[in-house]
Every structure is written in C-alpha cells, then in structure tokens.
C-alpha cells in the first residue's frame, strides 16, 4: 500500500503534537487547556529525569498546582516555560532528595528503584539509558530537554535557568560520557 | 546531519517514556488549588478519584444502556464487539489499546470490520457512527497467531489530495505516518494518523479537533494490545501538486 498525492511543498507542521517550545504562542491559553495538551508528556519528561513515574507525577502535579493557583500573575504565552521550568526544579529536587535519603547511612533503609524501573529501561536501549541514569543530574536533564522534549538549548537553558553556553557544555560532556560508556562496554 | 548517538537518544527517550502512562489527574474542579503544605497539595486527588472511580462505573452502563436502548444501532446489528470499551478515569481502552479520552467527551464502540478483524471507536462529545463530530479509531484485532489484517489507510481512496505532516510520527512509540486529508473538493479538512504497519488508524474528522486528536495520539498506550507490530506497508512514494 503506497500514499500518493504528497505535497511536500506545502509541509505543514502545525497540526503535529503540541508544539514543545517553552514559549507557546497561544492566545487563548487557559491552565486547564495546558493540563489537557501537556501533562501526560510533562509527566514523561520528569520521570526520564528522576526515574521514576509516581515521583514525576507528584512533581508535575505540583507544578499545574502553582500554575493554577498563580494563573492570575502569569503571562499566558510563558505559562509553558514557567511549567518546564517548574517540573525541571522539581526534578531536581527530588533527585536532591533522594541523594541525601541514599547518604544517610545505615539505619536508613536505601531507597529502592523506582518499581517501573525496569519498564523505563524500554527494549534495546537498556545500555544506553543505564548510562544516562548515571550522569550528573543536570546533564541528564539537558539530555532529556533536549533529546525528548525537543526543546531549542535557548529553550533549555530557559528551563534549567542556566545560560545557552551551560546548555552547550552540558550536553557535549554529557554526550561526550555516553560514547565512553559505550567504547568501554563494546 | 545528525549524531548518530543523538538520534539512539531520542529513540531509547522516547522508547522509556512510551512506557509512562500517568494516572489522570485533572485539577479543574478549583482553582484554589493550595501551592505549599504538605496537607493541602493535593486536596482534590480524593474527590478526583472518587469521582473517576464513580465514572468508570456510571459512564460503562450509561453507554451500554443506551446501545441497547437504541436497538438497531450499528453495534447491536453487527454484534457484540470484539473486544469491550472500558474506562478508567480519563482513559479508554478497547483490543488492548488504551487512549486519553478528552474533557467532557467520551467513546463508543460504533463498528468493527468483517470477521471481527478491526474494531472501530468514536471519541467525541456525542460518538456518532460516522464520527462526524469526533476522532475515530480503527484499531486491527490480531488472532490467535498474533497476525492482523491491515485496517484501511484513511488517506487512500476517495481523496481529492493529502498534505503529508510527518513521516516520523510515532503513535504510542511506533512508527506511523500523520497526514492532513481532503477527502472532498471543498473539505472539510481532516487530519489522520496512519500506522506504518497498517495496525490502526486515527482520523480526526476536522482539524477544528487537532487538540483532541494530538492528545489521544500522544498518549497512546499500545503495551496491552495483541497486535506487536508488523512488516511496514505505507510508505511515502511520490509527491504531486494538489
């Protein structure tokens, strides 16, 4: 079976997936129409960078929280970066968290994987995403930014609150560990 | 060009988060939603829950009694269904797939193919069996051998031209083709997703309904359903103007 008739001369992206810049275009942007476009991959997103799916909810869920209760003083065309941006720090300070659950030593029970951690590890890739579950905390979240939210490195720098050149080195080092990883397992 | 290990990434992200399929939570019953303290960040998880654990019992029998109320419905004249819609919360599924259902729709089994090889759903405020108002799906019902008839490519036949979105449109992490559609010379336009494989298909009947169709698309949870994939038959093979 063949598609005939293509027009690739009149591409037309815009009735792809909710576009994944921070700075959506919307006039018309109400909180519940950001929940309904972008929870399910905001939830993704926070669990590629935390590991584990039940701690992403929680952080998203947080974030549309501080959204709605603040919708009043938020601009609507950056109601989306504030999102990411607030689902990246909290993020991070879950993975914090963790850190210092899992450096307590002893009688502290160790925390242990996520139990969809074995599902996260998707077929094919085991290798490759155990590598970067074992980078430094915002390398990895400029990975998954960039990587599987698509997002520009002005877009990311925007969302970690770093500069586009942080974003830059980031992402060559991170990718730079990765091939390591890779040379020293093949 | 790209990275070679840059595109694994992409691929082994979206692999994962394929995998994450969220509880739906919709946070639109208040707006004072507290943003600090423990005890009031999520005061409406319980009322949310019990009210989605009320829906999927309420909103199964209410479209069950209403098929049977209907009598000659298409359902009711070609059988049961080969596989049963259920719903949790914000989420259906049908033959294994599971799909967002949007605020204030719902879905409908509204037909399945001959033999009972495809099964046909309608996600829309008011499911019609020609979907007119909605996003229908037809999803192939793989047999005892895990095999599948191809379901029909919804931008073939009858169509004055199509206008190709993306070639690389993943539909709940595998390989599909998303396209815009006319079928007539006048509209409306439609929008469609067409699974590499010929598995399933989802046309939105307008593209006044591509935040509905994106959100059911992209949250696609395709683990459950028998079918696992298959050799590729739509491929994009020439181009020509409109």
Known sequence: ?186 | MNDPLEDELRAAFAAAAGDVQPAPHRPTATRAVVPAGAGGRRRWALPLLAAAAAAAVVVPLAIWAGGNAGGDSQAARQGPAPAGLEFSGDTASVAGVRFPVPATWTAAVTGQGEGAKSVVVCVAAAPGSDCADGVSMTIAVADAAGAFQPVPDPGVGGCEWIQLLDVAQQLGGRSAIATSIGCTADGPRSLSWYMADGSLSVVAASDALADQADQIVAGLDLSAWSVKGGTPIATVSSSASR
């Open chain 1, 1 to 186: 079976m063949t598609r005939l008739h293509v027009v690739p001369a009149r591409l037309d992206t815009s009735h792809q997936e909710a576009p994944l810049t921070v700075h959506e275009d919307v006039a018309a942007t109400t909180p519940e129409l950001l929940h309904a476009r972008h929870y399910v991959k905001l939830v993704r997103m926070a669990a590629l960078m935390i590991d584990d799916r039940y701690q992403a909810e929680e952080v998203v869920q947080d974030a549309f929280a501080q959204l709605f209760s603040r919708w009043s003083t938020i601009d609507p065309a950056k109601a989306l970066g504030y999102l990411y941006r607030s689902v990246t720090n909290g993020s991070h300070s879950a993975l914090r968290r963790r850190r210092i659950v899992r450096s307590v030593p002893r009688d502290v029970p160790e925390v242990a994987p996520g139990a969809d951690a074995p599902v996260l590890r998707a077929a094919g890739f085991e290798t490759l995403l155990g590598a970067v579950a074992k980078l430094p905390a915002r390398q990895r979240e400029v990975l998954v930014l960039r990587y599987f939210s698509e997002l520009s490195v002005a877009d990311t720098a925007a969302a970690l609150d770093i500069t586009p050149a942080a974003v830059a080195v980031a992402t060559h080092h991170a990718l730079k560990s990765l091939r390591q990883s890779k040379e020293q397992l093949s």
